[in-house]
């Protein structure tokens, strides 16, 4: 299998997978021109519109100017007729969790996959025409603002604010002190990255301003922790329960070091191995979202025939929406985790499972030479069937 580490992004300009991570992850801002040039064709006007009429899509949309009250926001779906009464300028239309409904846009963080899969949230896409923005603000999580077409101007303070100061009774998280020490023109194909609480602030100049913002996920500590217990309460025995046959003569109203020795064992036991924190990130990273339905894109395929419908086709493509991580075991194994469901596997399967989990789109002529191991042949057929993943071209 080739080595990630030697592959070239270019989304990260010059850099090194090692260098960016090094120097710029969740450290400090990196603007890189010329990044994607040209642009592809990921997503169009159109289609970010359609999608915020959807029902099945969250979508917002901001106007500084020219609503009932400055900083307007509604929430979609919207009907096709309200854009014909937006005014000419200071308004914005937000898209999330777009690459959970467009093929394009999902094998769009491919680019981004120097940092785990695991820890990708979303696709979010924003439309604008002149002066469109959403205020000064932050973000709790890691960002690559990825200008796909028009221009947008960022300013940015090149320092992490570690406490929330909004102006109070808006729509809208607007920082009530904002002063930028850096200000770029974004044209497409240019990315600026953003670490947590970054400020920024970003206005469209002129019409057609869209914006890619690849999100990743920052859950809190009470989230982590109230999912770890959740999954380790669904694992406890029932009847056993708190025991100190060795127990010490102390004063009544005393609890003792034992005592709290015996209780910090018994939640180390439960939830501080290895193996159970392997078990519950796996699932946990590559649960879906509830607006995934897999079911639309299931192709069964028997095993038997995989091999073939496998070499007619050009790539294997992850659904959108379809979540897979792996954790290595041994030599040539690894726990391959697909959607919140854990499979154990060795050999050229689980080399098959690694070249998905590794990318959105693997052209099938590195899955073929793996087609004569029958636990990689169940593999594909179980995720196509499941519609996990898709045949191509």
Request: net charge positive; hydrophobic share 40%; aromatic share 8%.
């Amino acid at each position: 299998m080739k080595n990630r580490q030697n592959t070239r992004w270019p989304a990260l300009g010059k850099l090194s997978q090692r260098e960016f991570l090094e120097r710029y992850w969740q450290k400090r801002p990196l603007l890189i021109k010329k990044a994607l040039h040209p642009f592809p064709d990921v997503i169009s006007p159109e289609e970010v519109a359609g999608m915020s009429c959807d029902e099945r899509v969250e979508s917002r949309l901001i106007m500084e100017k020219g609503g009932k009250k400055p900083w307007e926001m509604r929430r979609g779906p919207f009907k096709p007729a309200m854009f014909n009464k937006l005014p000419k300028t200071h308004w914005t239309i937000l898209v999330n969790g777009v690459d959970r409904f467009i093929p394009r846009v999902n094998a769009f963080l491919d680019h981004f996959s120097f940092v785990p899969f695991w820890r990708m949230d979303d696709i979010m896409v924003s439309y604008a025409d002149d002066k469109g923005n959403v205020g000064a603000h932050v973000d709790n999580f890691d960002v690559f603002l990825v200008q796909a077409a028009g221009k947008r101007e960022w300013m940015i303070e090149d320092r992490a604010v570690p406490k929330d100061d909004f102006i109070p009774d808006l729509p809208v998280r607007l920082l009530k002190k904002f002063k930028p020490t850096h200000k770029w023109v974004l044209e497409p194909g240019d990315i600026l990255y953003l670490p947590p609480r970054f400020p920024h602030h970003g206005i469209a100049r002129g019409k057609g301003c869209m914006t890619i913002s690849v999100g990743f996920r920052a859950p809190t500590q009470a989230e982590i922790l109230n999912s770890v217990v959740s999954s380790a309460m669904s694992q406890l025995d029932d009847t056993a329960r708190y025991s100190d046959p060795d127990l010490k003569p102390h004063a009544p109203g005393e609890i003792s070091r034992d005592a709290l020795r015996k209780i910090s064992d018994t939640i180390q036991h439960a939830i501080g191995s290895e193996a159970f924190l392997g078990d519950w990130l796996g699932r946990f990273a590559t649960e879906t979202y509830g607006d995934v339905n897999l079911e639309s894109t299931a192709h069964p395929v028997p095993a038997g025939k995989v091999a073939s419908e496998v070499k007619s086709a050009s790539f294997i493509v992850r659904a959108e929406g379809a979540r897979f991580a792996y954790i290595r075991s041994g030599k040539k194994g690894v726990s391959f985790f697909a959607n919140g469901q854990r499979q154990e596997l060795n050999g050229k399967a689980a080399a098959c499972a690694q070249l998905l989990a590794d990318h959105v789109v693997v052209g099938t002529d590195r899955i073929v030479p793996l087609l004569a191991d029958a636990k990689a042949k169940k593999l594909l057929s179980e995720l196509l069937g499941a519609g996990s993943i898709v045949l191509e071209g």
